[in-house]
């Protein structure tokens, strides 16, 4: 596991990197953050971006939990992003993750199942068998995947939601929280409801 590492972003999913960075007893060398609300976070000093040395490269995670902000900044920044897995989670030998990307404590990933660049599995969260999660793709704390979904690039799935087998998640939608998914939901839109409806779509990511 990777040292010395760079989180760049001072907030509350900071708070739960840290914790999962020091139960792996891996180091954090800094925490950046474009406009600090405060000096340190969990006793750690936070410093601003732009006066941040990117000249040589960072091991790095993008500690922010909005996935537009982390799409932008994967794609400006050359660090070498690395991926954070909690001992807590339980991760099946056959699961590939991508680069940046953070699975919290709890989180079951189940056989087969891709995990994209920059995604977050948060808190108690279950990906069942054969999912693919798309790149900048969230699902929140306790949400729980069936076999076989497919998360789209950028897609938060709510806290507590659900989403049967074999659904498809288009790019970019936003699932409520507790909503129960039993059909493909088309790019941008935004879900809510048991079982779940459409209220809105959104014109681009």
């Known amino acids: 596991m990777e040292n010395n590492i ?17 139960s792996n007893h891996q180091s954090i060398t800094a925490i950046i953050d474009d406009a600090p609300k ?3 976070i969990l006793g750690i000093n936070v410093s601003i971006a732009n006066e941040f040395d990117f000249s040589s490269k960072q091991n790095m995670i993008l500690s922010i939990g909005n996935n537009k902000v982390r799409k932008k900044l994967a794609a400006k920044l050359s ?11 339980i991760i099946s030998n056959s699961v590939s993750i991508g ?7 709890g989180a079951i990933v189940n056989p087969d199942t891709k995990i994209g660049k920059h995604c977050i599995v948060n808190t108690g969260a279950v990906v069942e068998h054969d999912c693919v999660i798309n790149d900048f793709a969230h699902i929140s704390p306790n949400a729980s995947l069936a076999g076989g979904v497919v998360v ?3 897609a938060q799935i709510g806290i507590g939601a659900t989403v049967i087998q074999g659904v ?4 970019w939608v936003t699932v ?5 998914i039993i059909k493909d939901v088309p ?17 681009n990511e």
């Open 6 to 22: 760079v989180l760049y972003g001072a907030s509350g999913h900071c708070k739960v990197i840290i914790d999962i960075l020091q």
């Open 38 to 40: 405060s000096n340190g």
């Open 79 to 89: 660090v070498n992003f690395v991926t954070v897995v909690h001992p807590k989670a």
């Open 99 to 105: 680069v940046g990307s953070v699975v919290m404590a």
């Open 152 to 154: 789209g690039e950028g």
């Open 168 to 171: 498809k998640i288009g790019k």
């Open 176 to 180: 409520g929280a507790g909503s129960v």
């Open 187 to 203: 790019d941008y839109s935004v879900i809510v409801g048991n079982p779940g409806r459409i209220i809105k779509v959104n014109e």
